[in-house]
Nanobody, 120 residues
Framework: QVQLQESGPGLVKPSQTLSLTCTVS??????????WSWIRQPPGKGLEWMGV???????YYSPSLKSRTSISRDTSKNQFSLQLSSVTPEDTAVYYC????????????WGQGTQVTVSS
């Protein structure tokens, strides 16, 4: 079973870049039919999909965040990462990484989430 663990700073100052890493175990990030996403949930709001990196390294981003978001991977460490630039307090949220295995049906695996607060 795939397991995911987010890591990174819990506090980021406004205008800085938020950087998070998701470490994957129980499966390879290059395995076909896997897609690796970042999703966040601001306080009192619903889940917001931010972007995805597929097993072949291709990336897709939410149009509303595309100008500030970058998702990359390190296949040697079986990790993928999120960078969100020019953060504001509105970027305060619990950030989750998620794996989706395409199939019939699709299967999702979630990390436990990590709180990131944007504040000076």
């Amino acid at each position: 079973q795939v397991q995911l663990q987010e890591s990174g700073p819990g506090l980021v100052k406004p205008s800085q870049t938020l950087s998070l890493t998701c470490t994957v175990s129980g499966g390879s990030i290059t395995t076909s039919y896997y897609a690796w996403s970042w999703i966040r949930q601001p306080p009192g709001k619903g889940l917001e999909w931010m972007g995805v990196i597929a097993y072949d390294g291709s990336t897709y981003y939410s149009p509303s965040l595309k100008s500030r978001t970058s998702i990359s991977r390190d296949t040697s460490k079986n990790q993928f990462s999120l960078q969100l630039s020019s953060v504001t307090p509105e970027d305060t949220a619990v950030y989750y990484c998620k794996a989706r295995v395409a199939g019939d049906p699709d299967v999702d695996y979630w990390g436990q989430g990590t709180q990131v607060t944007v504040s000076s």
